[in-house]
Nanobody, 122 residues
Framework: HVQLVESGGGSVQAGKSLTLSCTAS????????MGWFRQGPGKEREVVAV???????KYTESVKGRFTISKGNGKNTAHLEMNNLSVEDTAMYIC?????????????????WGQGTQVTVS
């Protein structure tokens, strides 16, 4: 079965940077889309950034220019580089994956999810 393992969360001061990583395994797709979502305290889960197997990326408006999503060389890893973090970025960050056949940019219907990694900005 598909497994997603996230790493890289932590606590940082506002203005600093963090990079999250997510590695997918156990899937049978030949092409994989991945994404990062977040859920802040008392908020609904929201999409942050997504990347298709070809490296096409989409970002939610609030992170454009600050966050960068990219695929690793093996394409089953997605990194989220987060710069100039603000308190509003505090959330549980959750990795998602799906076959590239389901790619629809920020509206991709991801079916597989990681456990999440906490990012706290103060």
């Amino acid at each position: 079965h598909v497994q997603l393992v996230e790493s890289g969360g932590g606590s940082v001061q506002a203005g600093k940077s963090l990079t999250l990583s997510c590695t997918a395994s156990g899937y049978s797709w030949t092409r994989i889309a991945m994404g990062w979502f977040r859920q802040g305290p008392g908020k609904e889960r929201e999409v942050v950034a997504v990347v298709d197997d070809d490296g096409i990326t989409k970002y939610t408006e609030s992170v454009k220019g600050r966050f960068t999503i990219s695929k690793g060389n093996g394409k089953n890893t997605a990194h989220l580089e987060m710069n100039n973090l603000s308190v509003e970025d505090t959330a549980m960050y959750i990795c998602a994956a799906e076959s590239s056949l389901m790619w629809n940019g920020l509206k991709t219907d991801f079916g597989y999810w990681g456990q999440g990694t906490q990012v706290t900005v103060s």
